[in-house]
């Protein structure tokens, strides 16, 4: 074949080219996690980048002056838009576009400017039918939780033309806590992967960060009240939050309907407050070497009067109504060695029974957070310690071991409760473990209807013993869209083989949103 016969050849496939379809398009819509309530037609919506936005319906108790809002309709409209590669010029017929608008309504007071809270409504119904869509909720929250839907719902055709189905969806989350617990105390978190975290968070519709931020380890928390706790407990003077980078993590997270609780754990993981406050943990004597100590020292004033001063602080920092008190894993061997400690549990009562001296601690600390009107979050084992709680204290169950027994016997007591105990995701193993998270169901013990409503929700906790900046996205995620699927949803939603192919899409549309999420399994995405 000629050199001219060859170059027209290769024109008329390019031209071909223009009219094929993408073989790889994904074909419809793929919810995640999925809505109470999809009712959808065949009837296919066009839009265009060009014309069509996002705007206040008239009669909304939101308008323009809402932030949070206009932030989030700049937001959605680059997610829509933004992240899709044309894959070949539009057909002709697809140059009109049916849906110009998406309209919003706030029903009741918007509480635009507020925090989100344990009782914040995220519930919206969605009706999508040209010209107009319409999303309605009753307050900003669940405009925040439609819009992500509302941006799922709408895919390219196999011709690169965005398109949406007419649907109608009501939709509200199954539990009020869905959260994700990070670590930056084992290692520093930057700044900038925390808020990739809540960006991912939002894509899954989680709204609590449980922010575990000082530990043994370091203490990255810069206090106002005390700074010689980060300036001697931190890893450097580089590995801190600063007060304007906490207010900037909890602005973040709040714009996206998150709320932010901070975990300070006491008495035990506190080796690294101990290095820049004085007399703070407890000096351990006999076969522990010299200058070693143990848990923060439950016998002095002196630790009661820091405590009160440093979480007052904490509660004028972070503005949610919790919290996290920690309580777990305390180590009694150093106490038992030490003499003064010996003779204050003689004095007061407490013979050898140094579980009563940790609820003599942790009541004492407990009081010091209701005086400063917070309420409190503690690990299981502060329950399973006979600690005398107050009314409305939150226990948080880890252990793996019978934990549907232990929500029974919480529950049974009258707590409420968060469940993380199958959901500890640096665990990791090969295979797709996320199946295994998948198929959890909370409410799957022995106690009464009563009981169940007890429990709160539940946390995917993500340890940082291995865990840094270079592997704390693809590690959580599309492991964690498992559980936040299982907190939002149904009971009834547990199909492995339909979650496994809307999860597949989900992790794309992930990666296309810039988060590094691991693969399912083998494929490819069309990013």
Same mark, same amino acid.
């Given at each position: 074949?000629?050199?001219?016969?060859?170059?027209?050849?290769?024109?008329?496939?390019?031209?071909?080219?223009?009219?094929?379809?993408?073989?790889?398009?994904?074909?419809?819509?793929?919810?995640?996690?999925?809505?109470?309530?999809?009712?959808?037609?065949?009837?296919?919506?066009?839009?265009?980048?060009? &014309?069509?936005?996002?705007?206040?319906?008239?009669?909304?108790?939101?308008?323009?002056?809402?932030?949070?809002?206009?932030?989030?309709?700049?937001?959605?409209?680059?997610?829509?838009?933004?992240?899709?590669?044309?894959?070949?010029?539009?057909?002709?017929?697809?140059?009109?576009?049916?849906?110009?608008?998406?309209?919003?309504?706030?029903?009741?007071?918007?509480?635009?400017?507020?925090?989100?809270?344990?009782?914040?409504?995220?519930?919206?119904?969605?009706?999508?039918?040209? @010209?107009?869509?319409?999303?309605?909720?009753?307050?900003?929250?669940?405009?925040?939780?439609?819009?992500?839907?509302?941006?799922?719902?709408?895919?390219?055709?196999?011709?690169?033309?965005?398109?949406?189905?007419?649907?109608?969806?009501?939709?509200?989350?199954?539990? @009020?806590?869905?959260?994700?617990?990070?670590?930056?105390?084992?290692?520093?978190? @930057?700044?900038?992967?925390?808020?990739?975290?809540?960006?991912?968070?939002?894509?899954?519709?989680?709204?609590?960060?449980?922010?575990?931020?000082?530990?043994?380890?370091?203490?990255?928390?810069?206090?106002? =009240?005390?700074?010689?706790?980060? &300036?001697?407990?931190?890893?450097?003077?580089?590995?801190?939050?600063?007060?304007?980078?906490?207010?900037?993590?909890?602005?973040?997270?709040?714009?996206?309907?998150?709320?932010?609780?901070?975990?300070?754990?006491?008495?035990?993981?506190?080796?690294?407050?101990?290095?820049?406050?004085?007399?703070?943990?407890?000096?351990?004597?006999?076969?522990?070497?010299?200058?070693?100590?143990?848990?923060?020292?439950?016998?002095?004033? =002196? =630790?009661?009067?820091?405590?009160?001063?440093?979480?007052?602080?904490?509660?004028?920092?972070? @503005?949610?109504?919790?919290?996290?008190?920690?309580?777990?894993?305390?180590?009694?061997?150093?106490?038992?060695?030490?003499?003064?400690?010996?003779?204050?549990?003689?004095?007061?009562?407490?013979?050898?029974?140094?579980?009563?001296?940790?609820?003599?601690?942790?009541?004492?600390?407990?009081?010091?957070?209701?005086?400063?009107?917070?309420?409190?979050?503690?690990?299981?084992?502060?329950?399973?310690?006979?600690?005398?709680?107050?009314?409305?204290?939150?226990?948080?169950?880890?252990?793996?071991?019978?934990?549907? &027994?232990?929500?029974?016997?919480?529950?049974?007591?009258?707590?409420?409760?968060?469940?993380?105990?199958?959901?500890?995701?640096?665990?990791?193993?090969?295979?797709?473990?996320?199946?295994?998270?998948?198929?959890?169901?909370?409410?799957?013990?022995?106690?009464?209807?009563?009981?169940?409503?007890?429990?709160?929700?539940?946390?995917?906790?993500?340890?940082?013993?291995?865990?840094?900046?270079? &592997?704390?996205?693809?590690?959580?995620?599309?492991?964690?869209?498992?559980?936040?699927?299982?907190?939002?949803?149904?009971?009834?939603?547990?199909?492995?083989?339909?979650?496994?192919?809307?999860?597949?899409?989900?992790?794309?549309?992930?990666?296309?949103?810039?988060?590094?999420?691991?693969?399912?399994?083998?494929?490819?995405?069309?990013?």
């Amino acid at each position: 074949m000629e050199l001219s016969g060859i170059l027209a050849a290769l024109a008329l496939l390019a031209l071909q080219s223009e009219q094929v379809p993408n073989a790889f398009a994904v074909q419809g819509p793929a919810l995640w996690p999925m809505p109470l309530s999809v009712q959808m037609t065949s009837r296919l919506l066009y839009l265009s980048p060009d &014309n069509f936005h996002i705007a206040h319906h008239p009669s909304s108790k939101a308008g323009p002056s809402c932030a949070l809002l206009q932030e989030a309709f700049r937001r959605y409209y680059d997610y829509i838009f933004g992240s899709h590669k044309w894959h070949h010029h539009p057909a002709k017929s697809h140059v009109k576009t049916d849906l110009q608008q998406l309209l919003v309504s706030v029903v009741l007071d918007s509480e635009c400017d507020m925090f989100p809270n344990i009782s914040s409504d995220e519930s919206y119904t969605l009706f999508v039918k040209g @010209p107009m869509a319409f999303l309605k909720a009753n307050r900003v929250w669940g405009v925040l939780r439609g819009l992500e839907t509302f941006s799922q719902l709408i895919y390219q055709d196999p011709y690169g033309a965005f398109t949406i189905n007419e649907s109608t969806i009501n939709d509200s989350p199954r539990f @009020p806590h869905r959260g994700i617990l990070i670590d930056t105390a084992r290692h520093y978190l @930057p700044v900038n992967s925390i808020l990739k975290t809540l960006d991912a968070m939002a894509f899954n519709k989680f709204n609590v960060l449980h922010w575990h931020i000082v530990d043994d380890q370091s203490f990255p928390y810069q206090s106002i =009240t005390f700074p010689e706790l980060s &300036n001697k407990g931190s890893y450097s003077f580089s590995h801190v939050y600063t007060p304007n980078e906490v207010r900037m993590v909890i602005e973040y997270a709040r714009l996206r309907g998150i709320r932010v609780i901070p975990e300070f754990d006491t008495p035990g993981h506190t080796q690294s407050w101990g290095k820049g406050q004085k007399d703070l943990l407890t000096p351990c004597y006999n076969e522990h070497q010299p200058g070693t100590f143990g848990p923060i020292n439950p016998i002095l004033n =002196t =630790t009661y009067s820091f405590l009160s001063k440093f979480f007052k602080e904490i509660s004028l920092v972070f @503005p949610d109504g919790f919290i996290h008190l920690g309580g777990d894993e305390v180590e009694f061997a150093c106490w038992e060695s030490n003499p003064n400690i010996q003779d204050f549990m003689k004095q007061i009562g407490f013979g050898k029974d140094f579980r009563k001296l940790e609820s003599f601690y942790i009541q004492k600390l407990l009081d010091i957070i209701s005086t400063i009107k917070k309420g409190s979050i503690v690990w299981q084992e502060v329950f399973d310690d006979d600690v005398k709680l107050q009314q409305g204290t939150i226990i948080q169950v880890w252990k793996q071991d019978k934990y549907a &027994n232990e929500l029974n016997v919480i529950t049974k007591a009258g707590f409420p409760v968060i469940l993380s105990a199958p959901w500890y995701l640096d665990y990791i193993s090969y295979g797709q473990d996320w199946m295994k998270y998948y198929k959890v169901e909370p409410l799957d013990f022995g106690g009464s209807q009563e009981q169940k409503q007890l429990v709160l929700g539940g946390e995917a906790c993500l340890w940082g013993e291995y865990v840094d900046a270079t &592997n704390l996205t693809p590690r959580l995620w599309p492991r964690a869209s498992a559980i936040g699927e299982r907190l939002w949803s149904q009971k009834e939603i547990k199909n492995i083989d339909d979650a496994y192919k809307r999860l597949t899409v989900h992790r794309c549309r992930m990666l296309r949103r810039g988060i590094s999420a691991q693969p399912l399994f083998t494929g490819y995405c069309d990013i």
